[in-house]
């Protein structure tokens, strides 16, 4: 959709100004568009009948360009995948809640560890967004909807640090993984020995 949208609204344009406009949103960190992808899929677009080619121009010993605008049927589709994103809730895979599914194959304290560099992470890039919001390129550069989507971006990371956090207590304090009647289960034996100790007085 990013780059049907791009075509849309810069129609019409070649691909390199695609590609520079996705580049200075940082698009390749957030909506998994390559730079690298982009006149692939300006050329299946076109195959698709979503994009036409208006010209190809070439200026000295330079690549030749091809600039594109979007067909009625590109229209059309865009419509329907914007509103589409815009009235579904769309689950993105996240590998660490794949990893966190394997809690009890960690060590408590490297699990504590890790959870806590996490939260550090996520907070220089709160820190980073916060920044942004007050500069004058966020306020004078760009639509307002953009430092939106920083703040619900920030708004995210600050909600999974105090998470880290709070499960990385739980784990210092030795917290089991399991209930006892699930240590003994049968299934659970190749995580047993890492499981931490527990606390019979608890």
Known sequence: MMILGLVRWMQPVHGYDVRRELLS???DKWANVQPGSIYHALRKLAEE???REVATEQVG????RTTYEVTPKGEDEFETLLRGFWWRLHEV??????AF?????MPPEEASAALRNRATQLRAGVEWMRASLQSDWMREARPV???WMFELWSDRAEVEIAWCERVAERLDSGVSYLPAGLERAPGWSGWRERLPPRDEGA
């Not at 010993?61 to 030749?64: F, K, V």
């Not at 895979?93 to 794949?98: G, K, R, S, Y």
């Not at 599914?101 to 194959?105: M, N």
């Open 145 to 147: 909807h953009v430092a």
């Open 25 to 27: 949103w940082n698009a």
């Open 101 to 105: 599914s394997f809690l009890p194959a």
């Open 61 to 64: 010993a330079r690549p030749a």
């Open 49 to 51: 009948g979503l994009l």
């Open 93 to 98: 895979p996240d590998p660490f809640a794949a």
